[in-house]
């Protein structure tokens, strides 16, 4: 693609953002749309996140922004969220509309997308959520809409964890929810432990299932609990596979169909 006068731009916005991955697999999407996009990356630190969307909206070639940590919950102080982004109370995009702003949030389907292409099912299984964070909020959601038997959330930060419970509870009131770090079938891991270069566990060895099912949303594939994962005997997938799921979702969002 040539880029010119005409090219609508999608940033990537994060804190910080030279860990990002994905850019050479958003320009193959792009192209094969026949798109003129460019995705690329905005470093906004959270003291500067409540003045970049008004600056953002004079930007008329704009087509969208991707949230990352950690601005998914904060975005939504300035934007009107579709049903995705209400019900799990944070967004991962955001697209320029008359008078400002609208959220969504196809984090949740991304990652079942990508969960149930790797075999893992939740229906009537015991599931253990790492983070109460954005993209745990949505994950969570998405979780307890496949019926599991039982759902344990778990957060550095207790009250972000009860209130993520509590919003679970909310919407699927004959759901079994708590704040719980414990043995489960399926492992989730929506906190940033793992990232880039860090070698550490979400959590502690034990609670790793044995020939059960793991899922870390970080994005890269030898995640330190993948590993661990694999070598317990369990089936384990990793963020990437989520981020593949859900290109096409934020680009028919940003760009149409």
Not at 70 to 82: E, G, Q
Not at 118 to 130: D, E, H, K, M, S
Request: hydrophobic content about 50%; proline content about 7%; overall charge neutral.
């Amino acid at each position: 693609m040539t880029i010119d006068g005409s090219t609508r731009i999608i940033a990537i916005v994060g804190d910080p953002t030279a860990h990002i991955k994905g850019f050479a697999r958003y320009a193959e999407a792009i192209a094969a749309r026949g798109a003129n996009a460019v995705y690329l990356a905005m470093h906004v630190a959270p003291d500067g996140l409540a003045p970049f969307p008004a600056g953002m909206r004079a930007v008329r070639n704009l087509a969208g922004l991707v949230l990352t940590i950690p601005h998914k919950i904060a975005a939504l102080a300035f934007a009107t969220p579709d049903e995705a982004a209400r019900r799990a109370g944070s967004a991962n995009m955001l697209r320029p509309v008359a008078g400002g702003w609208q959220a969504g949030n196809c984090d949740g389907a991304g990652f079942l997308a990508a969960a149930r292409a790797a075999g893992i099912a939740f229906a009537g299984r015991r599931v253990q959520v790492l983070g109460a964070g954005g993209a745990g909020r949505a994950v969570a959601m998405a979780i307890a809409a496949e019926a599991p038997a039982r759902l344990a959330l778990h957060d550095s930060d207790a009250t972000r964890a009860r209130d993520l419970a509590l919003a679970v509870a909310g919407t699927f009131p004959d759901m079994r929810v708590e704040t719980a770090l414990e043995e489960a079938e399926i492992l989730v891991n929506c906190t940033p432990v793992g990232m880039d270069r860090d070698t550490r566990l979400p959590c502690p060895p034990d609670l790793i299932p044995r020939r059960g099912a793991v899922f870390d949303i970080v994005n890269r594939p030898d995640t330190p609990l993948v590993l661990a994962a694999r070598a317990r005997g369990s089936v384990a997938e990793h963020g990437w596979s989520m981020m593949a799921a859900e290109i096409p979702l934020i680009l028919d969002w940003m760009l149409g169909p």
